[in-house]
T-cell receptor, first 115, second 112 residues
Framework: AQSVTQLGSHVSVSEGALVLLRCNYS??????LFWYVQYPNQGLQLLLK????ATLVKGINGFEAEFKKSETSFHLTKPSAHMSDAAEYFC?????????????WGLGTSLAVNP | DAGVTQSPTHLIKTRGQHVTLRCSPI?????VSWYQQVLGQGPQFIFQ???????GRGNFPDRFSARQFPNYSSELNVNALLLGDSALYLC???????????FGAGSRLTVL
């Protein structure tokens, strides 16, 4: 069985500060890992994905994440926060085998960016 | 290019009623998945369809059903609505049931 734990339901940073959103996963098979962002009253937008290629993955809007198998982690970072980054962020895991590749989601982390 | 479109965007129903939610995938995408997102939580997988066949079902009661049409659009039906069915229902499409999903903006259902 697969699961995702996002540490910290709410994170607050100052504009220009480092953003670090934590995600740990559990998977009995090699995982695919994703970060999605959800702005208020909108659907989910893919930020980046790990699919067993490079362990450091670069996404949109300056975000990146590093897959660390030994730590079962896939933390999301951005060097300098912008006000527009305020949103809900979700980490998700899926198996990389089989036809039914449903995503298992974390509970989300709400990011607030203070001026 | 049009993204994933869902309708209606908002709706209010009363307990015991029935609801139908609709989803049009990105052109060329043959797989559609449905997720339920209760306020303050992550999405929960409901169904996945590929080439009009059900490929996966989440842990939801039989009151939830779905289908995919020849043009790859999809409907999610929920019967005998309960207060707990109030949620944002998200539709996502992908090329072949693979992992990268593109989501629509969702249909927000309120059950009174």
């Amino acid at each position: 069985a697969q699961s995702v734990t996002q540490l910290g339901s709410h994170v607050s940073v100052s504009e220009g500060a480092l953003v670090l959103l934590r995600c740990n996963y559990s998977s009995s098979v090699p995982p695919y890992l994703f970060w999605y962002v959800q702005y208020p009253n909108q659907g989910l937008q893919l930020l980046l994905k790990y699919t067993s290629a490079a362990t450091l993955v670069k996404g949109i809007n300056g975000f990146e994440a590093e897959f660390k198998k030994s730590e079962t982690s896939f933390h999301l970072t951005k060097p300098s926060a912008h006000m527009s980054d305020a949103a809900e962020y979700f980490c998700a895991v899926s198996s990389n085998a089989g036809n039914n590749r449903k995503l298992i989601w974390g509970l989300g982390t709400s990011l607030a960016v203070n001026p | 290019d049009a993204g994933v479109t869902q309708s209606p965007t908002h709706l209010i129903k009363t307990r015991g009623q029935h609801v139908t939610l609709r989803c049009s995938p990105i052109s060329g995408h043959k797989s559609v998945s449905w997720y339920q997102q209760v306020l303050g939580q992550g999405p929960q997988f409901i169904f996945q369809y590929y080439e009009k066949e059900e490929r996966g079902r989440g842990n939801f009661p039989d009151r939830f059903s779905a289908r995919q049409f020849p043009n790859y659009s999809s409907e999610l039906n929920v019967n005998a609505l309960l207060l707990g069915d109030s949620a944002l229902y998200l539709c996502a499409s992908s090329l072949s049931g693979a992992n990268v999903l593109t989501f629509g903006a969702g249909s927000r259902l309120t059950v009174l």
